[in-house]
């Protein structure tokens, strides 16, 4: 799988035979052909639709689909990214994608409509948000993946977007988007997310730490190249065989961190460009190592161990800096291929990822709830010191949306009346009426995670009603109905005797 040693490529243009050409490494004929009927399906469904750059709308899902066809994404994951926008921009309803396309695809783009919804609202919600979409996405993760390359072809068309707008994407994509992709430990789309933000969160720095880094691989083009050959013929010798070696630009936004950490001393920083190793299993690893030991002494406590000690989001590899040649410096990093490709697309790559051999397999095989376990409590540490959070968080816990976007967490078993008092004790004491999903619903039905509920109040309405005592479940609605009902019933035993004195 030797796509995974080049960087993902966001091609300006792309037609639906650039998309099939790389399909047809890896998928049957016949998933190829459900590829060109959705690409019809959502063209036809778009068609008089333009993007703000004049193209025509299918552009847009069609380079995303292109971007994770480079990273052999199940033909099911590039079917839904043709249509991600379909029920959320077009007259076809989510009900007929999965009439023609089934029930896994359009749960998918039912996922990434909902994620759409949800807004970045600052920096003080920014952990809370960032914990609920989490929980929302790992239900089913192909979605979140979806939802990168749909950012990142989104982001690299910025341009054509009123300045606000750009702002709020760029700030979105670097605060909410990046961080989760770099939690799921894909290297790869943190980068793209990251790199592309910057351009339009600091333009002029951006330029500037671009410039530095243009100037040093040329500076070092050559030598690189000279310093890889050595390496390359020692490890022969010793019968160590690379699956691949290559130089590795350091991502602008990382470098931009580093620069402001190192004062902007350039030469304080070590792995603006590094020589990277894939080799073919963990043994190679530190033969590896200590081949190049062997060859350049290295720094001083800039040897680090991530495959004995990972890295928390599970990153694996041996880095290395070491007095090369002519007394430069240079940062080795050498991995597996299976770390490889972790470290780029994520842990979770053998799930999403397609295996021919499976093909016809329910997809249910994945295992997403051990590794929705791992994040989870990941997460739970990572967060432990920034806020108080229960243990049991994550359980008996559903996250339905606002109409906004905000997430709002209930208990299971949760009505729209709970909502309601838990959005404002008035909303709860007038309202009158609730949508789910655009459906009008009656107040004690279940909400279910995912559910964009909108609550009708009335005014004029005298307040909550006994029954909804009986289905209620959070402890707030109960106290709140309960002070409503009783504040009522004194008012009318009042009016009573006022009437009566009167
Ligand atoms: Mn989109």
């Known amino acids: 799988m ?44 778009h068609s008089g639709q333009f993007r703000k750059s004049g193209e025509p709308y299918i552009i847009h899902p069609l380079i995303a689909a292109f971007i994770l066809s480079q990273i052999q994404a199940e033909p099911n994951i590039i079917i839904a990214t043709l249509m991600h926008d379909v029920p959320e921009d077009t007259s076809v309803t989510l009900e007929e994608i999965e009439k023609n396309f089934g029930p896994d695809i359009a749960n998918m783009i039912n996922g990434i409509t909902k994620l759409g919804k949800l807004k970045y609202r600052g920096m003080e919600r920014y952990i809370e948000n960032l914990r609920k979409l989490f929980v929302a996405m790992a239900e089913d993760i192909r979605v979140m993946i979806i939802k990168f390359a749909d950012r990142i072809h989104n982001l690299s068309t910025l341009d054509s977007l009123p300045e606000k707008k750009r702002q709020r994407i760029a700030l979105e994509s670097m605060e909410i988007y990046a961080p989760i992709a770099n939690r799921l430990g894909m290297g790869e789309f943190k980068s793209l997310l990251e790199d592309l933000s910057f351009k339009h969160l600091e333009p002029k720095e951006y330029t500037r730490v671009k410039k530095m880094r243009e100037e040093k691989v040329a500076e070092t083009n050559i030598y690189l190249k000279k310093i890889m050959d050595k390496l390359q013929t020692e490890s022969t010798n010793a019968e160590v065989s690379f699956v691949n070696i290559h130089g590795r630009e350091k991502s602008l936004y990382s470098l931009y961190k580093k620069l402001i950490r190192k004062n902007w001393d350039i030469n304080n920083v070590y792995d603006i460009v590094a020589v990277r190793i894939i080799v073919k299993d963990v043994g190679d690893c530190y033969t590896t190592l200590g081949i190049i030991h062997r060859l350049w002494p290295p720094l001083k406590g800039r040897i680090k161990d991530y495959i004995a000690q990972p890295k928390p989001n599970g990153y694996q590899c041996l880095h290395t800096t070491v007095f090369c040649d002519d007394g430069k410096i240079v940062e080795f990093q050498i991995r597996t291929k299976a770390m490889h490709e972790e470290a780029e697309y994520g842990a979770t790559v053998g799930h999403w990822n397609y295996d021919k051999s499976g093909h016809g397999q329910s997809k249910k ?22 806020e108080e959070m229960k243990v049991d968080f994550f359980r008996n816990h559903i996250f339905v949306f606002t109409p906004k976007g905000d997430v709002i967490d209930l208990p299971e078993d949760a009505t729209p009346i709970d909502f309601a008092y838990h959005i404002h004790t008035e909303v709860g004491n007038k309202c009158n009426g609730a949508k789910i999903n655009d459906q009008m619903v009656s107040l004690d039905s279940v909400l279910k995670s995912g559910d964009v509920v909108d609550i009708i109040t009335d005014k004029n309405r005298k307040g909550p009603s006994q029954d909804w005592l009986k289905f209620v479940k959070t402890h707030a609605a109960k106290s709140h109905i ?18 009566k004195s009167s």
Do not use: G
């Open 365 to 386: 095989d994945y295992n997403w709830a051990k590794e929705l376990a791992k994040m989870q409590k990941e997460i739970l540490n990572n967060l432990k010191d920034l």
């Open 2 to 45: 030797d796509f995974l040693f080049s960087h993902l490529n966001i091609p300006k243009s792309a037609t639906i035979e650039d998309l099939t050409n790389n399909l047809k490494k890896y998928c049957t004929e016949s998933d190829i052909e459900t590829v060109r009927l959705a690409y019809d399906f959502a063209a036809t469904a």
């Open 482 to 499: 309960k002070s409503a009902l009783n504040t009522s019933k004194i008012s009318w035993i009042k009016d009573l005797f006022d009437k």
